[in-house]
């Protein structure tokens, strides 16, 4: 596959239900949160040893950023590590609210929508060449951005004049225009935050809002995996004519609504085509691209199950109840509708809605399913366990990590962000790496070594 | 009424064509998954919120990003 740079960045729902009458505000409870991570600290924005960022979001979201990945594989074990770092920051907070005498549950969910309809967001980040046409770029993408949520998409019960719904998508109805530079006002299905994190002459960044944050591990890798060949695709000039939406933000909400994808939504040209067709041209120039590149196990990985969702969504989405987040999460509701004998618009279901997404195991039904034996992993767990503490070993990230575990160790305190390393000191040197590929800098390795001598 | 009665003959002739050619591998991981399923349901009830209608209402976030 390409060489590429990419990372995801998830914006947790959190809420803490009092067992009494003592309700705290959200940035009391998240600051218990962020002291689960680092001790004796407060913390807003940290850098960890695995590369990863850790931060207070707007509207008091903990976020956490993944480090730079360049295999898809590292993408989804590396986003799993960031619900496990949140996961066993729990008891620790629950412990602190014991301490100050106030009982009560903090709860956070991996989704991206709350009861009134405000939303957080996922955010996919693809480093690009600087040199082609960004107008290009985003007429290319945006039918598939409209479409991949059939494979994407978490599923969310919406109440639409006074009717319970089954949405494919959470993040769909949340969209309102094709491209911006907002990601709070007018969330768009292009985001033109262009901050590369790298040499801005070579590269700029793609910053995807589009998505929702997926439990599964399958969705997210098809996720990352699909849009990588993609821009793989247009960098090459190898392009995809004639499948520009006639209203992509309309198509994206009519396509959210059909859960049987048989819905046509309109091309420019006057076709209609589904969200499977569409994915299917894309999926078909795809396979046709990698016959002319050099071939590798990764692409044709992704293609391989990319192929199998599409005909199994065509065959009966159902089938894929193991694989993609809104189909499992439906065929659960389903189930349970079935044995309780109630509807769509009753509280419990809304509450397996909002619960499919705890990223407590134990109480969260996405991991329910798991422990059944009922989802289909990409990773294991000892993958998520080892990016907890390691960053990928190919991208700037090693450098990162090394440098944080090195300062940890020598009790230093530190400034850190994507692009420079500082021990905190003014007789000391601002530590510059430009290039997120580089896992190696010689500056920090002669840092560690230097101490080690000193030993 | 003789029209809808050709309907359901038709219906049973093609369920029968299908338990015909079905797999029976896959019938086998049907029952799997359907008894999985069964034992999730069973389970879900001590997982799920009490006071689930009170909790949803509950759950407001600010907007993000």
Request: one cysteine or more.
């Amino acid at each position: 596959m390409k060489n590429r740079i990419f990372g995801l960045e998830t914006e947790y729902g959190l809420i803490f239900t009092p067992h009494g009458k003592v309700y705290l505000p959200m940035e009391k409870i998240l600051g218990y949160v962020f002291e689960g991570l680092i001790p004796n600290s407060w913390p807003s924005n940290a850098f960890l040893t695995n590369g990863a960022r850790f931060y207070q979001d707007t509207g008091c979201h903990p976020e956490y950023a993944t480090p730079e990945c360049d295999q898809v594989f590292d993408a989804v074990v590396h986003d799993k590590a960031g619900e496990r770092l949140l996961e066993r920051c729990l008891p620790i907070a629950q412990k602190r609210l014991q301490e100050e005498g106030l009982s009560g549950d903090i709860y956070i969910y991996k989704n991206n929508t709350d009861s009134m309809g405000n939303t957080y967001g996922c955010h996919e980040n693809y480093l690009m060449r600087r040199d082609i046409d960004f107008w290009k770029v985003t007429e290319q993408l945006i039918p598939f951005f409209v479409s991949r949520q059939i494979y994407t998409g978490a599923g969310k019960v919406l109440k639409i004049g006074g009717k319970s719904h089954y949405f494919i998508s959470q993040r769909s109805q949340h969209i309102h225009e094709k491209t911006s530079s907002s990601t709070t006002s007018s969330r768009s299905i292009i985001n033109t935050r262009d901050e590369p994190h790298a040499d801005a002459e070579k590269y700029r960044r793609l910053h995807i809002i589009v998505g929702d944050s997926n439990m599964s591990e399958y969705a997210t890798y098809l996720k990352v995996g699909t849009t990588a060949i993609i821009l793989a695709m247009i960098e090459d000039k190898f392009f995809i004519d004639g499948l520009e939406l006639d209203d992509p933000v309309k198509a994206m909400r009519e396509i959210s609504r059909d859960t049987t994808l048989k819905k046509r939504v309109r091309l420019e040209k006057g076709k209609e085509l589904s969200a499977i067709e569409i994915q299917r041209v894309y999926l078909e120039k795809a396979k046709e691209y990698l016959s002319f590149v050099e071939d590798d196990p990764v692409s044709r990985d992704i293609v391989d199950r990319w192929e199998f969702v599409l005909d199994e969504l065509s065959e009966d989405p159902a089938r894929l109840d193991r694989e993609i987040d809104w189909i499992a999460k439906k065929s659960l509701i389903e189930s349970y509708m079935d044995k309780k004998g109630c509807g769509l618009d009753d509280s419990r279901v809304a509450m397996m809605d909002l619960q499919y997404h705890d990223i407590n195991q134990d109480r969260g039904l996405y991991y329910l399913l798991n422990r059944s034996g009922l989802i289909e992993c990409v990773a294991t767990e000892e993958d998520i366990q080892r990016a907890i503490e390691m960053p990928p070993q190919s991208t700037r990230a090693k450098t990162r990590g090394d440098f944080i575990r090195f300062a940890k160790a020598k009790n230093r305190s530190y400034t850190v962000d994507w692009t420079y390393l500082k021990l905190n000191g003014y007789w000391e040197e601002t530590i510059l790496c430009m290039d997120p590929f580089s896992s190696e800098n010689q500056r920090v390795n002669e840092l560690i070594a230097a101490a080690n001598v000193q030993q | 009424m003789k029209k809808q009665d050709k309907k359901t003959e038709e219906k049973q002739e093609s369920k029968e064509e299908a338990s015909v050619e079905a797999n029976p591998e896959v019938v086998e991981k049907g029952k799997k998954i359907k008894e999985d399923l069964d034992k999730v349901m069973d389970e879900i009830d001590d997982v799920l919120e009490e006071n689930a209608e009170e909790f949803v209402k509950n759950y407001v976030q600010k907007g993000g990003e």
